[in-house]
């Protein structure tokens, strides 16, 4: 099983600056990861996938970046609706088990 | 529009079964895996099981495997979980999850179901 590990757990940040969320696999994705956002009470919503391409929809201050085991999401400009959890996910074709970091907290400083 | 509706959540004892569902609209049902996630109270998400297109292909995470059973009906745009053998660590809110165009990532979500294994 490919192990997804983030960092830090809780990121604070003020308003306006900039996030820089870290993921890294226990052995190569290749491009095969995704980010997702998940709100409170909320289902979680895709940011990224391919590493570095933005949804349908996601703002452009959300960027995603690496390959292989190394891989960083980041927020520009923290905006008021960017306070959330931050999970990223591997997507290998195989093995078919998808895995999920354990999350990052992005909160208000 | 995408839609996902998950039902048949609910309080059931350990040892139980429990049948959830997922009603799909607005994309063509058949031509994309589909996924349940699950997400313990306070939790990370956890993948737990995924279903091809045609129904011909299962895969299910080592904490599910042998207790749950994912199936589809591509003519009623449905997808289901019967889990059985349902133990307090089952605990959590189901989502059901579509592939995305590019890839295995999860494109989007239903708002979940919730299941509750106690005594």
């Known amino acids: 099983e490919i192990v997804m590990t983030q960092s830090p757990a809780t990121l604070s940040v003020s308003p306006g600056e900039r996030a820089t969320l870290s993921c890294r696999a226990s052995?190569?994705?290749?491009?095969?990861l995704a980010w997702y956002q998940q709100k409170p009470g909320q289902a979680p919503r895709l940011l990224i996938y391919?590493?570095?391409t933005r949804a349908t929809g996601i703002p452009a201050r959300f960027s995603g970046s690496g390959s292989g085991t190394e891989f960083t999401l980041t927020i520009s400009s923290l905006q008021s609706e960017d306070f959330a959890v931050y999970y990223c996910?591997?997507?290998?074709?195989?093995?078919?088990?998808?895995?999920f970091g354990q999350g990052t907290k992005v909160e208000i400083k | 529009e995408v839609q996902l509706v998950e039902s048949g959540g609910g309080v059931v004892q350990p040892g139980g079964s429990l049948r959830l569902s997922c009603a799909a609209s607005?994309?063509?049902?058949?031509?994309?895996?589909m996924h349940w996630v699950r997400q313990a109270p306070g939790k990370g998400l956890e993948w737990v099981s995924l279903?091809?297109?045609?129904?011909?292909?299962?895969y299910y995470a080592d904490s599910v495997k042998g207790r749950f059973t994912i199936s589809r009906d591509n003519s009623k745009n449905s997808l289901y979980l019967q889990m059985n053998s349902l133990r307090t660590e089952d605990t959590a809110l189901y989502y059901c999850?579509?592939?995305?165009?590019?890839?295995?990532?999860?494109?989007?979500w239903g708002q979940g179901t919730l299941v509750t294994v106690s005594s």
């Open positions: 999850a579509k592939d995305g165009d590019y890839g295995y990532y999860f494109d989007y």
């Open positions: 607005g994309f063509t049902f058949d031509d994309y895996a």
């Open positions: 279903i091809s297109g045609d129904g011909g292909s299962t």
């Open positions: 052995q190569s994705v290749s491009s095969n």
């Open positions: 391919g590493a570095s």
């Open positions: 996910q591997q997507y290998n074709n195989w093995p078919p088990e998808r895995t």
